[in-house]
């Protein structure tokens, strides 16, 4: 890597430059500008760096679950993009310099400092040197492909998870050199507050800047040409529900100068194409704007891309790439589960006048499938770890369940008290139950229930109703039995808790290891253990012959250990790593011609 500037190419407003906008070129910057954090104390900062998202915390799988079911209620009521039909229409464009022009892609990118702030740090370099690739220049334009933010969509989370870390990596670019343009599409975290955070940092105003990028869009979506005939379209599904009335008029009038033979970048929010697998009406939306918008024009679609799985992977035929890009800071997803085959759109969608459908072969991906599975054994010492409120709920539910039990063996054992019937143990084990199938199939989850779901979850609940049972056995033969009341109750929550907190989070990571082996709970397989290495992003090269060049640029291991900058120049990033931080490709460069 160096500090050397490359030259980059200015965006331009097909509506004429604005008498009052200074230019993308930034002058010298004031002295007031010079000041640059000496610590990594957030008020030094400005933002806070947060931990990777626990994402098996009690309150957050509750306020999930709770957001996917308002979303689903109520989204159609909270759906601001009707309103953005009155906002400005702009058609952007951008235009290459010596005929090149370069263009990050990155997604999923608001998750814990250290990931996040590893691929923006990378991504800020004006050259970045790829083994494999050679050195490869900062684009002139960073696209973010949805979830800027984690868990859920709110200033505070957007200045500290997303803002924050890309400001520090790319304050300002050097005196005298463009600012690169930064796009943004929302994924269904920036959609749990209705867009309204969304559109505050990345539509606001003309010119609005986050560090030393620039933002032109004033919607969710946008259309923005390219060199040499090439296109970028983005749209924003709704929870991939629908596209709306206003988005549609803007991009039928962003295809009025398509013709034939152009080419068409498609940006969306989720890789439909891979999710109609198990949920054939997933890529209608896709399908419905590719048949209505683009082909009446001519123009072709060699590549879409998207965000929300966080891996990357591509499938292809000999007119399309179909490629998924979500490493930008998320918690790993797994790829040794992705089908080897699609059908796009798929055999039995219900969407009338669907395309043709055809076949895509699963061409690259990364992490390989044999670190993917390598990985998902890693639960058992990392769901704990990262989920210690999710171990303490389990030892609290296990403490609750064995305590019912012990009541009834108990009972057994007094001939003048005997009963078969409990009220506390048919309701906790009513609850463990219910729980366990819930679980097996949250509520954020996408595609339909089937029977694996049903028998894996009570399987997986009558395993924690048996480890209860042999835990009263157990509890049973102890002296806290004999204790004066309340004190064996304040014994089992001090003592019996935390142990089987940490025995039923093993049961659990057994029954989620089994449970991915058939598709069944495989995000939370991967989510439960938050593994922030082997993240990824496109970097892409429109050339003057008018082909384009795919560098999947993979960063195996990210960097824990950063340190404050402040004698570096006011343009250098405010943290630099204290361990090695490299990218090689995930796989070989991809063209298009």
């Not at 709110?154 to 343009?181: C, I, M, W």
């Not at 295809?255 to 970048?265: H, N």
């Not at 084990?429 to 779901?453: D, E, I, N, Q």
Request: hydrophobic share 40%.
């Amino acid at each position: 890597m160096t500090d050397e500037p490359s030259t980059t190419a200015p965006a331009v407003d097909p509506a004429g430059p604005d008498p009052a906008d200074p230019g993308p070129v930034d002058p010298d910057p004031p002295a007031a500008d010079h000041h640059r954090p000496r610590s990594l104390d957030p008020r030094e900062l400005g933002f806070t760096p947060r931990p990777p998202v626990p994402w098996l915390a009690p309150m957050l799988l509750l306020s999930t679950g709770l957001r996917t079911l308002l979303a689903m209620l109520f989204g159609a009521y909270l759906d601001k993009r009707e309103l953005q039909g009155a906002l400005p229409d702009d058609v952007h464009r951008h235009d290459a310099v010596d005929g090149e022009l370069w263009i990050d892609y990155v997604a999923d990118l608001g998750d814990g400092f250290p990931a996040t702030y590893s691929l923006a740090y990378l991504l800020a370099q004006p050259e970045l040197d790829v083994d494999g690739a050679g050195r490869l220049r900062r684009g002139d334009l960073l696209v973010m492909g949805g979830d800027q933010v984690y868990p859920a969509a709110s200033g505070e989370a957007y200045e500290d998870r997303s803002k924050g870390p890309y400001q520090a990596a790319f304050p300002r670019p050097p005196a005298g050199q463009p600012r690169p343009t930064l796009y943004a599409i929302p994924g269904n975290h920036d959609w749990y507050d209705g867009l309204t955070a969304f559109l505050r940092l990345f539509a606001r105003r003309r010119d609005a800047t986050i560090g030393g990028w620039r933002t032109e869009q004033k919607r969710s979506y946008f259309a923005t040409r390219l060199p040499n005939d090439w296109w970028l379209f983005a749209i924003d599904e709704q929870f991939g529900a629908y596209l709306d009335d206003p988005q549609l008029i803007y991009f039928e009038k962003a295809a009025e100068q398509l013709k034939p033979g152009d080419r068409v970048i498609l940006a969306v929010p989720e890789p439909t194409w891979v999710k109609a697998v198990g949920d054939p009406q997933a890529y209608d939306a896709v399908d419905y704007f590719l048949r209505t918008v683009i082909k009446p024009t001519g123009a072709r679609v060699p590549l879409m891309i998207s965000g929300d799985q966080h891996h990357y992977a591509r499938y292809a035929n000999p007119d399309r790439q179909l490629i998924t890009c979500g490493g930008g800071g998320a918690y790993l997803s797994a790829t040794h589960k992705l089908p080897e085959r699609i059908t796009v759109p798929p055999v039995d969608t219900l969407a009338r006048n669907a395309s043709p459908h055809r076949d895509y072969e699963l061409a690259g991906r990364y992490p390989d499938a044999a670190r993917s599975r390598r990985y998902s054994w890693g639960i058992f010492h990392r769901l704990p770890r990262r989920n210690p409120g999710f171990a303490t709920l389990l030892g609290t539910l296990q403490t609750l369940l064995m305590l019912a039990v012990a009541g009834v063996i108990v009972s057994w054992a007094d001939p003048d008290n005997q009963r078969l019937f409990s009220i506390p143990l048919v309701a906790m084990v009513v609850l463990t139950l219910a729980a366990s199938v819930v679980f097996a199939k949250p509520p954020s989850a996408s595609g339909a229930r089937h029977s694996r779901h049903w028998l894996l979850g009570l399987g997986h609940g009558v395993a924690h109703i048996a480890l209860a049972w042999v835990g009263a056995l157990i509890w049973l033969e102890l002296p806290f039995v004999d204790w004066p009341w309340p004190l064996p109750v304040v014994a089992a929550a001090v003592v019996y808790g935390p142990v089987a907190g940490l025995v039923a989070s093993q049961l659990t990571a057994g029954y989620l290891v089994l449970a991915g082996a058939f598709d069944v709970n495989l995000n939370e397989l991967f989510a439960g253990q938050g593994i922030e290495d082997s993240k990824c992003f496109i970097r892409m090269r429109f050339a003057a012959d008018g082909s384009l060049t795919l560098y999947p640029v993979a960063v195996d291991r990210v960097c824990q250990r950063w340190r404050a900058a402040p004698q570096a120049p006011v343009h250098a990033p405010w943290i630099v790593p204290e361990q090695p931080l490299a990218a090689r490709l995930a796989e070989e460069p991809i063209t298009i011609r």
